[in-house]
């Protein structure tokens, strides 16, 4: 297995040319020098054959400037091939800047390998203050164009609300390229006393595109998250989300789903940190799988040393529409600690054969009874989105796959 | 319209129905009765296509464009898009599915294979609540998950009701006065005999004499060993109703 730096010097390098590495990125570099890629011994890669994925020299994507129709339902903040290529916000609420990489924006940044390689591009982070509540929501667009199969786009983002601000982000990607590539984006959150984000995430990559989301966000004293995973696209699509309750009162409802076609593969890694008494989580992500298709739910619960009064809840439901699709579950609660509540739990199932008989002896084909049932299933975290048109936005995101078996499929 | 020949199926490997034969002409009214075991439920599966049944012999003809076709060559679908109904003994549940969306793709799917257009969720709607209206059921059955939480009677009442939106021409009804107080079975009966007419044609499976007194039939069959043994007018339930099945069996 070849070490992570070999697929990745060509881009630093071309990276320092414009722009010299400040230490903070030479020390990430330092730590990534002699890693080789994580095998299936480490705990988040269990299932998932990351160096399969990623061993090749990846090249910089190039940047491009084109005009985009903005939908005035929302402010729009856009990147092409992960630069950020125009804003469209006209408020005084939110304001955006370009920041050198550095390390203290979160309280307790991640130390998982791929968020370490996004900082190590060195690249600026996108910086989006939230100053008070934004009734319109914050629509981060994410377009990528004519990608190489080798081509990088590391994207960075860091949101901060300040106290009592609240707003709606949704995140979507439209990919236009199909050609592949590695897009690894950062986003970054931190909520502070009595804020609240809702957080929406499209994961619609080309099919032949690995995509990698972190997802790493701090609530503070009764501040609320809520966040809604779509993971739909790309031929490996991992989510990976660190949610910290840090002080009384804060709150995190995390709901998810994944449709995996074909040969893909998707994984959702969720790790939600009570670090505080009186905190409150909620998990709840479905999957559909088709084909010979994989996906992976790895939900970890921790609750700290002195957090009592801890509710901490986990529910991962899947379909399986075919005999070699595979799905590996794993709940996992770390307890330190008596005075919680924690739940979770697990199903995998297939399709009803009496429902679908009911169906078609009411003249419905097989193949639409098959997708009423997946969208019944799938409806129950669909109509939990509360802002009407991202749900309308996801809802054709889904159908899309649901309906042709995965994005660029041959017919 | 509806014939079927020396019919033998079966489940697992046993042969439950044992050469049966039938014909059934439009506007009339059927009954199978027979002991339990008697294989009634088994020919009602048979003729809708359920995949567990084999069928080893014969065949099931319906008049299809002008023309007797053996519809066991019909996927279940086929089959009921060109008019066949089975309203089951116990309606399946389907959480999560609209009621008014599975009747309009139901509908639809139906009018797709006729070639007439299909109708948009408003003017499906409007249609839907006339049905509702005329089957004097009310109308919150739409806005519920199929068959989730419906109690005996709301079930067997959903079935008429998708009888009344696909207009079949063949309907099959097994022990639909199953599990119904009188109410509800009078209520179930009230709507299938509205749905009568020259152009359909009813079997009712049924245990007992009391659903015929609701819904006359113009002929009765009696079922056993998976054929028919006895056929008569509707004074034939009332003999098994006072004499029993031993009587006519042995």
Redesign the interface.
């Known amino acids: 297995m070849g070490q992570i730096v070999e697929s990745f010097e060509k881009v630093w390098a071309e990276a320092d040319q414009s722009h010299p590495p400040k230490n903070f990125v030479r020390l990430i570099r330092k730590e990534l020098e002699f890693l080789p890629w994580p095998d299936r011994g480490h705990e988040d890669f269990k299932y998932t054959n990351l160096s399969k994925y990623l061993n090749s020299p990846f090249i910089s994507s190039k940047k491009e400037l084109f005009q985009i129709e903005n939908d005035n339902a929302y402010h729009t903040i856009t990147f092409i091939n992960g630069y950020l290529t125009s804003k469209n916000v006209d408020t005084k609420s939110i304001q955006i800047s370009e920041l050198e990489p550095e390390s203290h924006f979160l309280e307790r940044p991640s130390t998982q390998i791929l968020s370490l390689l996004n900082w190590a591009q060195g690249s600026k982070t996108v910086h989006i203050q939230v100053l008070s509540t934004c009734t319109k929501p914050l629509f981060i667009q994410y377009i990528n164009v004519g990608s190489d199969s080798q081509s990088l786009i590391q994207p960075r983002i860091a949101v901060a609300l300040s106290p009592h601000a609240k707003i709606t982000i949704l995140e979507d990607t439209l990919d236009m390229g199909g050609s592949g590539g590695f897009v690894n984006k950062l986003f970054m959150a931190t909520l502070a006393e009595g804020s609240e984000l809702n957080h929406y995430r499209i994961q619609n990559e080309g099919h032949k595109s690995t995509s990698n989301g972190s997802n790493q966000v701090e609530v503070h004293r009764d501040a609320i998250y809520k966040t809604w995973h779509f993971n739909l696209g790309a031929l490996l699509g991992r989510e990976a989300s660190q949610i910290r309750l840090l002080e009384e009162g804060a709150r995190a409802q995390l709901k998810g789903l994944y449709l995996s076609t074909e040969n893909r593969q998707l994984d959702q890694h969720i790790e939600v940190f009570h670090d505080s008494k009186n905190t409150y989580s909620k998990q709840h992500f479905k999957g559909i799988l088709r084909g010979k298709s994989k996906a992976v739910f790895n939900g970890r619960i921790y609750v700290a040393k002195g957090a009592s009064g801890v509710d901490a809840r986990q529910l991962n439901n899947n379909l399986l529409l075919s005999s070699e699709a595979e799905i590996d579950t794993k709940p996992e609660l770390i307890i330190e600690n008596s005075d919680v509540k924690c739940s979770h739990g697990a199903t995998v199932g297939q399709l009803n054969p009496d429902q679908i008989f009911y169906l078609m002896a009411r003249g419905i084909p097989a193949p639409q009874a098959e997708e009423i049932i997946c969208r019944a299933f799938a409806e129950e975290i669909l109509f939990s989105i509360e802002n009407l048109d991202i749900r309308k936005k996801v809802t054709r995101a889904c159908a899309h796959v649901l309906n042709q078996g995965g994005l660029y499929a041959p017919v | 319209m509806f014939e079927i020949k020396n019919l033998h199926a079966g489940i697992d490997g046993k042969e439950v129905i044992k050469g049966l034969n039938l014909t059934v002409n439009p506007g009339e009214v059927h009954a199978i009765m027979g002991p339990n075991g008697s294989g009634k439920s088994t020919f009602s599966k048979v003729v ?4 567990d049944y084999e069928v080893s012999e014969g065949q099931v003809l319906l008049d299809i464009h002008f023309k007797m076709k053996d519809i066991l060559l019909l ?3 086929e089959r ?2 060109n008019g066949v ?2 309203a ?1 003994q116990y ?7 609209n009621n008014l ?2 009747l309009r ?2 509908f639809n ?2 009018m797709r ?1 006729q070639g007439i257009q299909e109708m948009d969720a408003t003017s499906f709607e409007a249609f839907v609540l006339k049905k509702i209206e005329f089957l004097g059921m009310k109308p919150d059955f739409l806005a519920r998950q199929v068959n989730v939480d419906f109690s005996g009677g709301e079930k067997k009442r959903n079935e008429v009701l ?1 009888m009344a939106v ?1 207009s079949p021409r063949l309907c099959i009804l097994d022990e639909i006065d199953s599990g119904l107080d009188v109410d509800s079975l009078k209520a179930v009966a009230d709507g299938v005999n509205r749905l009568r007419s020259k152009e359909n044609a009813f079997i009712l499976i049924t245990h007992y004499q009391r659903l015929l007194d609701y819904i006359v039939p113009d002929k009765v069959h009696i079922f056993n060993d998976g054929r028919i043994i006895k056929s008569g007018g509707k004074e034939l339930a009332k003999e098994v109703e006072t004499l029993g099945y031993d009587h006519l069996i042995h």
């Open positions: 809708a296509g359920h995949a996927a279940p679908d009921a898009r109904f089975l089951f309606p399946t549940e389907v959480p999560g599915v969306e599975f793709a139901s799917a139906t294979e998708q696909l």
